[in-house]
């Protein structure tokens, strides 16, 4: 019936432009032919358009580019037949248009959408018939096409207004979509893309009333005689068509993509009703659509080439709406309208929480300690829930409304699991090297045996050597104790070794000169390695402590007649660590390594001082890996030198007049970390 109506329609539009052109000076109906039929048939060497026109007609060919076309010009001529649009899919041939520019004279086009540039050839037959031969070969030559674009006139199909139809939108004018249909040799199997589907709904949408069409066109309307162009992409907000199909699929929610999933559409409205605009959205998708009450106004949009559902976005937002997609009922309503509902709802939800009646179970741990998950559980109780935890059996008290006892059972099973456990190895390295090396020089002279003479002095020291008593005495000599045994030399300089461990003594006397020389030096080296083991198990995110090493007692001074106090510190080698198992199966540790050591060498009032060494830090390991931390390195390097003021200085022979001690000590420790996880 529809389709009978939209025939009668154009018939009497037909009618009307051959009228109009009657009434126009030099113009009579003689002048003015129809187009009455169309079809496209197959022929041997390709596709062939036929078409039959009552009256006289000059058709005029014209081939455009961008996309590929073929444009026959009717001039004179009204459309007298229905059928605007052929879907051909097949030899190189998209599909034919036909459509009618609506002025005086009229003038009727009809397009064949080509996949690439083909030969053609019009022939005229009997009866005001042509046809146009579409040949299968490829033709490189192309005609400028800007000529043909600059004389290609506008086609729309004008539709007079109803007098039945109650609506303010004015006539529209209707264009039509362009196909995107693959046609098979065989008519049984044609698979219809989305795009047909699209072109049948702006169809159906036409046929309906004529004061309900508007215009919807994908590319066959006046765009197609313009140069083709991109328009630039727009970040999406809403994917209708991807979440309708997702959630037909499954009742997850799928993710919002990055683009619009739509079919492309041109529409061009003015001062339209928005319910005439989504009763087109429920045609070209046909999703049921459900308009609240309060949606209302006029739309005035120009769109090209755009995705349907970016192009019910858009309207949405710019009328202050919004949407509800469940299952293929899509629901549009005015966003206040949806916040009082959402309130409503949450008004009701809390009011059915204070009417029904709560329900008390108990939960036993296992490994979890009950007072340890209250805080957490009590934040998804309802406002009339109560949470009790229980020490003594580990469990935990629920009293709560029945709604919210699942949520909290999956919390608990989530929370009471097994804790993973960690084996924690630490080898602790501390070596000390020392290094001493003493050497001295002593001498000692004299010279003359009368009354004056030159020589040490008695007050530096004396030689360790008792030289013969069969020597004259003098008084650079000095006699040993009994004065029996024999007499020694006063030093000039006493700069021996401390401590010596060898030397070398010259010595000479005579009743005229004296001399003595002892050269003695020590040395000695020390190697201290303390190896440390400490090891330990502790659970996931749980510290862990380990600690090795003395106390020292401290003894405080009586003070106000009282007794003195002890107290003890500790001089411990202190491991702290809390390991946490990433989900990669590594081990992320928390350390603080320290190591205390009583200096017995340097005592403040009886008490040692205490040597500290200490590492925090944290670390990323593999389970099984070792980490090496808190590398600390410590040097003393140290030179003492006595010498006699002046002859020391003398280069070369100024060592036989000093006294040179050399002192090196290192201490290094080290720690080596290893975690394992423990698989229980």
């Known amino acids: 019936m529809r389709k009978q109506l939209l025939g009668l329609i154009v018939t009497l539009l037909a009618f009307v432009l051959i009228a109009a052109a009657a009434d126009t000076p030099g113009k009579g109906m003689a002048t003015t032919a129809a187009l009455q039929r169309l079809e496209v048939t197959r022929g041997q060497d390709g596709l062939r358009v036929e078409f039959k026109a009552k009256g006289v007609v000059a058709p005029k060919v014209t081939t455009l580019d961008s996309p590929s076309r073929i444009v026959i010009d009717l001039p004179n001529t009204v ?10 899919g097949s030899d190189g041939v998209k599909g034919v248009r036909v459509g009618m520019n609506g002025q005086v004279p009229p003038s009727t086009r009809l397009v064949v959408d080509l996949e690439s540039a083909r030969q053609h050839e019009l022939v005229a037959g009997q009866d005001g018939s042509f046809t146009l031969k579409i040949q299968d070969a490829v033709v490189a030559t192309r005609p400028a096409a800007s000529t043909a674009k600059a004389a290609a006139p506008k086609l729309v199909a004008v539709s007079a207004p109803v007098a039945a139809e109650k609506s303010e939108a004015p006539a529209a004018s209707v264009a039509f979509v362009e196909p995107k249909l693959t046609v098979k040799s065989d008519p049984a199997n044609v698979p219809v893309e989305p795009a047909v589907k699209a072109q ?45 199909k997702a959630q037909m699929a499954q009742p997850a929610p799928a993710s919002s993509g990055s683009k619009y999933t739509g079919e492309p559409i041109s529409v061009n409205l003015k001062d339209v009703d928005l319910k005439d605009f ?27 080439d755009v995705p349907w559902d970016q192009a019910l976005d858009i309207v949405l937002k710019n009328n202050d709406l919004s949407r509800q997609l469940e299952g293929n009922i899509l629901r549009i309503a005015t966003i206040e309208t949806l916040k009082k509902e959402a309130e409503n709802r949450r008004a009701q939800i809390d009011a059915e929480a204070l009417a029904v009646d709560k329900v008390t179970i108990t939960r036993f741990l296992s490994y979890a300690h009950s007072k340890d998950v209250v805080p957490t559980l009590k934040k998804f109780i309802s406002q009339r829930g109560d949470l009790v935890a229980d020490d003594r059996t580990n469990s935990l008290i629920i009293s709560d409304i029945p709604a919210s006892l699942p949520q909290i059972d999956r919390i608990i099973q989530q929370m009471d699991r097994k804790t993973q456990e960690v084996e924690i190895e630490a080898r602790v390295v501390a070596a000390t090297r020392q290094f001493a090396r003493d050497i001295g020089t002593q001498l000692g002279f004299g010279w003359g045996n009368g009354p004056s003479a030159v020589g040490g002095v008695q007050s530096v020291g004396t030689t360790p050597t008792t030289i013969g008593s069969g020597l004259v005495p003098n008084p650079m000599y000095i006699v040993s104790s009994g004065g029996t045994t024999g007499t020694q030399i006063p030093l000039f300089s006493n700069l021996g070794a401390t401590g010596p461990t060898s030397g070398l003594q ?9 001399i003595d020389f002892l050269l003695t030096m020590a040395e000695s080296r020390g190697l201290l ?12 995110n749980i510290q862990a402590v380990v600690k090795q090493g003395v106390r020292v007692p401290v003894t405080t001074q009586a003070q106000l007649g009282g007794p003195p106090t002890v107290t003890y510190v500790d001089a411990f080698l202190r491991l ?53 931390i808190g590398g600390v390195i410590q040097t003393q390097n140290s030179l003492s030198i006595s010498q006699v003021p002046l002859l020391g200085d003398i280069p070369y022979l100024g060592n036989l007049f000093k006294h040179r001690a050399v002192k090196t000590s290192d201490q290094e420790l080290i720690f080596f970390i290893t975690p394992r996880i423990i698989q229980t």
């Open 506 to 514: 010259f010595v000479n006397a005579t009743n005229n000169m004296r």
């Open 200 to 244: 049948a709904a702006a169809d159906r949408f036409a046929d309906k009333t004529a004061a309900e069409l508007v215009a919807v066109n994908a590319h066959a309307s006046m765009k197609q005689d313009a140069a083709s162009g991109s328009a630039p992409a727009i970040q999406p907000a809403v994917n209708l068509a991807a979440e309708q």
């Open 529 to 540: 390695k303390v190896l440390s083991r400490p090891r330990v198990v502790t659970q996931n």
């Open 79 to 88: 459309m007298a037949t229905a059928l605007s649009h052929i879907n051909v």
């Open 278 to 304: 989504f009763r087109l959205i429920h045609e070209i998708s046909g999703l049921n659509v459900v308009l609240d009450p309060q949606v209302k106004g006029t739309l005035t949009i120009v769109l090209d």
């Open 576 to 628: 702290t660590v809390t390991p946490q198992i990433t989900s990669e199966g590594t081990i992320f540790l928390n350390v603080d390594v320290e190591n205390t050591l009583p200096d017995f060498g340097n005592v403040v009032q009886g008490n040692p001082t205490l040597i500290t060494q200490q590492a925090t830090t944290q670390v990323l390991v593999t389970d099984g890996g070792t980490v090496v």
